[in-house]
Structure formats: C-alpha cells, structure tokens
C-alpha cells in the first residue's frame, strides 16, 4: 500500500466516523477504533513492518 492509498483511507475512514449517524458514545467508541486502526497502519508503513500491496 502506497502512502497516497494509505492518505486516501485515512480521509475516508475519518469522514466515514464523522458521518455515521450513533450515539455520542457509541461515536466515541468508534473515533478510538478507527483513529487506533489508523495509528496502527501509519506506524506499521513507516517501521517498514507492513510490506506495500502493489
């Protein structure tokens, strides 16, 4: 997975939390998944842990 893949994703992923219609808590629970998630995939790319998908 490119960076620009791995940018794009990110923006979906946190228009896709800010859009859902839940709950306030049930919006905060999934803010801590999805920005965790994203942590996670960052991290992994830039270590080198996660290999691209090309």
């Known amino acids: 997975m490119s960076e620009t893949t791995l940018f794009l994703v990110t ?3 946190l228009l896709a939390a800010v859009l859902i219609p839940v709950p306030p808590r049930g ?17 992994g790319v830039t270590l080198g842990d996660i290999p691209p998908l090309r």
Do not use: N
Not at 30 to 37: I, T
């Open 11 to 13: 923006g979906c992923l």
């Open 27 to 43: 919006r905060t629970i999934l803010w801590v998944v999805m920005l965790g998630l994203i942590v996670t995939l960052w991290t």
